[in-house]
């Protein structure tokens, strides 16, 4: 069905007045995607304080997997709100003994599960680093050129994705950097004998990095995205993590998945490591777990969480109305959303792949469920990064009432809601398209 694509007379007054008053008291270090000053939301779709109104294609960054106020999780709200908002993790309530007891159910492994809770995915990457670094008593780690993993100082060590996340900040871990196996832009050399790319970056990790920089005995773990996030949306390999899981139980090493922005559902799949049949030994989750609450926490085999009392700990961990939603969350998800994240976005990726025909611009659409990237290109030959065209293309999509976010130096993310509609898909798309056919017109 062809739609009326109308550009919207952004920001309105009342963002505007808005907008000047941020600029006098909030942090210079946010960085916003759009002048969007948001007054409510309804499932996919947003609403700002003027009245326009917007399809949500970015989710607060994958976070609102069920969408805006969701019944489900508002009542779930609502009915913890009327008993107790906080009580501290020095006491226990159920539904902090229910949700670890589901995420235990869910988790990516076999083996029984131990669940820490926090605030937060880069407080479960500091977890998990501990953790890590007390069950093995070592010290060092493996990370990835691209990954984001957080921004406090444990974490901050294994981020890798822009050098202004950075500049100017001490980081608190030892941590050596391998690429990501990016089969779209690779950095080694693929050696004859390798499966595929993915095979050629761990054989680079065991032949190279292990003889030269960091002793493999010394390390406590690997920090991975199973789809690189902030990176670019990179989906590596089928062979890399068969192979990294070889590697790590060769020398004693934890494989820690990072999946703070691919799971909960993000890909069709509970956890995105569930596509290659790997089981982790700790599971980093934050973002969708709880339809935009603040929660995050790891999910660790319970024979590597050996840790004693006191050894880590919170004030907000196990937080009631962050339980509350996450159960509420999950059980949405049970009841179709998981189904719904697959069915649309094989719809996407097929309709994107089509899109990406007509356009010389879009160099490589990937993902898997809902967490899809669109890569954009001077030239598909070349394979020339543009990050103009999708700069421009993102910008003009919100003039339209589509926000979407870039994320990687000239990729694009498609990450709607898990309950998004199909009738709201195709009317994403086709605001994308348009927006796409004036960028490339424009550069």
Known sequence: MIMTVTKLNLPGPKARAILARDRHVVSPSYVREHELVLDHGQGSQLFDVDGNRFLDFASGIAVNATGHNHPHVIAALHEQLGKFIHISSDFYHEKWVALSEKLDEIAPFDEPAGVFLCNSGTEAVEAAIKLARYHTGRSRFIGFIGGFHGRTAGALGFTASKTVQRRGFATASDVTHIPYPNPYRRLLATQPGDADYGE?????????????????????????????????????????FRRLRQVCDKYGIMLIIDEVQSGMG?????????????????????????????????????????????????????????????????????????????????????????????????GEVRGKGLMIGVEFVEDKATRTPSPGIRNHTNQIAFEHGLVLMGCGANTMRLVPPLTVSRAEVDEGLQIFEHALTLAERAA
Not at 269 to 293: L, Q
Not at 333 to 346: D, K, P
């Open 200 to 240: 050629t970056v761990v054989n680079y990790l065991e032949e190279v990095i292990f003889k030269t920089v960091a002793p493999p005995e010394d390390v406590a773990g690997i920090l991975v995205e199973p789809i690189q996030g902030e990176g670019g949306y990179i989906v590596p390999p089928d062979h890399f």
């Open 266 to 362: 993000r890909t069709g799949r509970w956890w995105a490591i569930e596509h290659w049949g790997i089981e982790p030994d700790i599971v980093c989750t934050a973002k969708g777990i709880a339809s935009g609450v603040p929660l995050g926490g790891i999910i660790a085999r319970k024979s590597v969480m050996t840790w004693p009392p006191s050894a880590h700990g919170n004030t907000y961990g196990g937080n009631p109305l962050a339980c509350a939603a996450a159960l509420a969350t999950i059980h949405v998800l049970e009841q179709g959303g998981l189904q719904n994240a697959e069915a649309q976005g094989h719809y996407m990726l097929d309709a994107l792949a089509e899109m990406a025909e007509r356009h010389p611009s879009m």
